[in-house]
């Protein structure tokens, strides 16, 4: 069922055969200079021996084995800027972070809107040193989630683990952003997070748990739909997945919790868009999820200064 949907899609787009090669092979690549992230100094990860390293696939920067949090802000032009400030979470299943399409490429087209972003380049779980490794690495270990018996009704998804590191690395982002608040030209009262995939996991996690991060609003972008125990005062939901995406499979559960919580959710289910599309792909119904998010910001005066500014 559900699990084994999962690792078909997962193989098909991480580890295309020679059909799919000229898009989907991972090819290794030089670290880029990220020019402006600034480290968070949150600490190391316990075992790690690998260093971290960058490929690309799709066409998409990607980096795993991270070890040094950092921050990275694209801040809104001041003559358009609105003051809102949204710090953007990647994907990667906390195995690796998918940098250009989860990441700068939403910061800039948030910083095209007017508000200033924020990208979290989180640390992960260690994954092996070389990038063949890494694929045999990810293989078996979504083959041993999936080897469980017909029968067996718990809950199917992705591995999970500790993310008390990827929660003081949100942490920590949050009170960088508020420590140069006036620098960066951030209300904030309107601080809000977005996530993709397991991004939109940490945004949900931080959500849920942290006691120092006061969220304005949070969209989790294709991440898990299960059911959540609302803490009381959580912040307008905006979310957003594909019917074709392995981590919808018909639940609506995230955004019942929400809604009989009685805070504000707005919920898209595309047709199609698979998992993973960031901003967009070409001829998919959810390439317009972003001019919808805008749409919804400013609907909810989240674009707009508050009378006390």
């Known amino acids: 069922m559900m699990i084994r949907s999962m690792i078909a899609a997962f193989c098909t787009v991480t580890f295309a055969g020679p059909a799919l090669a000229q898009d989907g092979t991972m090819y290794p690549m030089e670290a880029p200079a990220e020019p402006g992230a600034i480290p968070l100094n949150t600490g190391g990860v316990e075992g790690q021996t690998a260093s971290e390293s960058w490929f690309r696939q799709w066409g998409d920067p990607m980096a795993r084995n991270i070890t040094a949090a ?22 990667g299943g906390f195995m690796w972070l998918s940098m250009g399409n989860e990441g700068w490429e939403v910061a800039e087209a948030l910083q095209d809107k007017g508000i200033n ?96 991060v006061d969220l304005a609003f949070i969209g989790p972008i294709y991440g898990g739909m299960g059911p959540v125990d609302v803490p009381e005062g959580a912040p307008p939901m905006f979310a957003a997945i594909a019917t074709d995406d392995f981590l919808f499979g018909g639940e609506f559960g995230l955004i019942q919790s929400w809604f009989d919580a009685g805070i504000p959710v707005e919920f898209h289910l595309y047709q199609n868009g698979g998992h993973g599309f960031g901003l967009g792909n070409p001829d998919r119904t959810s390439n317009k999820w972003f001019d919808a998010f805008i749409h919804w910001l400013g609907v909810n005066g989240f674009l707009e200064a508050s009378s006390e500014e």
């Open 70 to 91: 950092t921050l990275t802000p694209f801040l809104a032009d001041p003559e358009t800027a609105t003051g809102a400030s949204v710090i953007v979470a990647p994907g």
């Open 117 to 212: 972003a924020f990208v979290l380049k989180y640390r992960l779980q260690p994954t092996a040193d070389t990038l063949d490794g890494f694929k045999e690495e990810m293989e078996r270990r979504f083959a041993e989630a999936g080897n469980r018996d017909e029968d067996d009704d718990t809950p199917a998804g992705p591995p999970r683990w500790d993310l008390s590191n990827q929660l003081e690395d949100a942490e920590a982002a949050y009170a960088m952003i508020l420590e140069n608040k006036e620098e960066w030209g951030v209300d904030p009262a309107r601080i809000g997070m977005i996530g993709f995939s397991a991004g939109a996991g940490l945004t949900m996690h931080t959500t849920l748990n942290s006691e120092t």
